[in-house]
Structures are given as structure tokens and as C-alpha cells.
């Protein structure tokens, strides 16, 4: 059955936030860690929601880091995120062909519209569904249920798009099909090990699997 809807993930997929989100974790784990923490261990902080990645750092100090994390987030935001090679012109031309698009992400709604702005993706998207948005985060289904609800389409005719497990396996979980990133920070090979339908090298290569 043929594609009509695509769903993204923002952060790692569409835009490039993977420096400002380590240095972020960074600057919060200095004030209430009692050790460093390496970048590979940081990196697994990336995906899940914010306080589930605090929690495992601080439990006692959950609030506090989220508020440390946030401000620096915010103030160092335009220093570091950009849009990944070739998405704006690709979904531009999704856009322009019908595709129904939407996003799907464990971020605040705030910090959603301030990537998108900046890397002028701001209003190519029908529904955005944040954090704010849902009971239960990705990998469970109930973020892509939501964004599928709102643009009236069947998740047999979907895709989800994304740079991190919760991504795909919230997409299978879903009903969708999808499709991995290979710029994830975290390795490609890490996606492949869940047996996404696509595999993407650069984001035009959806023009491709549509038909486009």
C-alpha cells in the first residue's frame, strides 16, 4: 500500500541539536553529579524524555536539573542547531506533492517551535505532536496514534521517520512503517538491529521511496 503520511522526529532527524543537547547535559551534570560523565555515556541520554534521562543522574535533584538543562538549552540554542543536509528542500517538495506531514517528538513544545524557526521548517508540518501533548512517550504508540488521528490517516498508509530506537519501535508499535537515519549519532547500526523498512543516507532519499 502506498505512502501518503510521513511522520518525523525532530531532534537528530530533522534538525541537528546533538551538540547543544550534550553540551546541555554537560553543563547540568557538572552542578549535580559527583563525577564526570563521558560522551558515550551522554549520548545515551538522547532520545528518551528529558526527566526519564535526568533521573538516572541525580534522582533526588530532578526538578532543579530540568530547570539547569532548560536554560541553558534556550540560551545556547541558536549557537549550535541547523537543519541536516538536503531535509528542507525534501520536504518542501513532500509538501508540495500532498504528503500529509506531521512531527512527533519527546520535546517541549517551546523548544520545538525555536528549531523550527531557526532552520526554516516553521509551518511546512500539519500537526506537531510535543511531550505536552501525551500520557506515554515513544517508543509507546500513543504519540504516532495522536498525530495519525489528526491528520486523519491510516497508519498502514504512514511512515515514521527517525534517528533513535524509541523511534522506530514506537513506529512498529504503531502500525506504520519506518525508516531509520544513518547520520544517527548514535551509529547506524544501532537502528538496523530493529529492521526498519528504509534505511536513509540523506533525507532525499524519501522522494525516492514515495515515488516523488
Known sequence: MSIDTILFDLDGTLIDTNEL????????????????YKREEILNFIGPPLRESLQKINPGHVEEMV????????????????????VVDTIHKLKEQRYRLGIVTTKMRNTVHMGLELTNLDGLFETII????????????????????????????ALMVGDNTHDIEAGQNAGTRTAGVAWTVKGRAVLDELKPDYMLTHMSELLEITGG
Open 67 to 86: 530547570e539547569t538543562y532548560r536554560k541553558h538549552n534556550i540560551e545556547h540554542h541558536h549557537d549550535y542547531v541547523k537543519a541536516y543536509e538536503g
Open 130 to 157: 510535543t511531550l505536552d501533548d501525551v500520557s506515554n512517550a515513544k517508543p509507546h504508540p500513543e504519540p504516532i496514534v495522536k498525530a495519525l488521528e489528526a491528520l486523519d490517516a491510516k497508519a498502514s498508509r
Open 21 to 36: 543537547i550534550i553540551a546541555s547535559f554537560t553543563h547540568t551534570i557538572s552542578q549535580y553529579s559527583d563525577r564526570e
